[in-house]
């Protein structure tokens, strides 16, 4: 079963950066797409960026194009986000996820297309 571990949360300023990290164990990620969501408190979890399992294509909710940026190591099997520019909306807890299928054509948003979840790691940007 794989595990994911996020790390890389912390309060920042308004514009500043941050780059989260997801750390998969007990699996091999390379041949799976990953995704980031987030929830913010009293708001469903949401859809943030995804990427392919060849890391051809990512997808980003519109609120965070430009501005945030979502990679893969797969020798770390660690996939990253890499978040610039940062606004109050954008405070939340931050999951990681896998891919329920391997090798699957085309992204998803929903979060039941995904089948394993991280425990989050806080991101709070003050104005």
């Known amino acids: 079963q794989v595990q994911l571990v996020e790390s890389g949360g912390d309060l920042v300023q308004t514009g500043d950066s941050l780059r989260l990290s997801c750390a998969a164990s007990g699996g091999a990620i390379s041949l799976y797409s990953m995704a980031w969501f987030r929830q913010a408190p009293g708001k469903e979890r949401e859809f943030v960026a995804a990427i392919s399992w060849n890391g051809r294509d990512t997808d980003y909710r519109d609120s965070v194009k430009g501005r945030f940026t979502i990679s893969t190591d797969n020798a770390r099997n660690t996939v990253y986000l890499q978040m610039n520019n940062l606004k109050p909306e954008d405070t939340a807890l931050y999951h990681c996820?896998?891919?329920?299928?391997?090798?699957?054509?085309?992204?998803?948003?929903?979060?039941?297309?995904?089948?394993?979840w991280g425990q989050g790691t806080q991101v709070t940007v003050s104005s």
């Open positions: 996820t896998v891919d329920r299928f391997r090798g699957r054509m085309g992204l998803k948003r929903a979060p039941y297309e995904y089948a394993y």
